[in-house]
């Protein structure tokens, strides 16, 4: 079973964009016919929790998931992934997305 990733989506790369983008050739193999979905690991920071972070000067981690199915910026969800050989990548095996 593979370790499940709550996070908030950023960006979205759709299959017919990756051309568009310098990608590394192990993740532009993996992503293709994929999206590719970059996250803030850990959801959607609130402004407090974000002004900790700059205090204890830390920093938000994003990562990349590569998925079936692309969603909506903007968008919180927690998938199962599993690592990639890349690291900050990971290859999605299922999603789910947060109702607002």
């Known amino acids: 079973m593979g370790e499940r990733l709550r996070g908030e989506v950023l960006h979205v790369v759709s299959p017919a964009e990756l051309d568009d983008y310098d990608l590394d050739d192990d993740v532009r193999g993996l992503a293709e016919s994929r999206y590719l979905l970059v996250c803030w690991k850990g959801g959607s ?53 947060e109702r607002e």
């Open 45 to 97: 920071p609130s402004i407090f929790q974000r002004l900790k972070l700059i205090l204890a000067r830390s920093t938000l981690e994003p990562v990349t998931l590569i998925a079936d199915d692309g969603v909506e910026e903007g968008q919180i969800i927690t998938a199962t992934v599993e690592k990639t050989d890349t690291a900050g990548v990971y290859d999605v095996t299922e999603i789910e997305t």
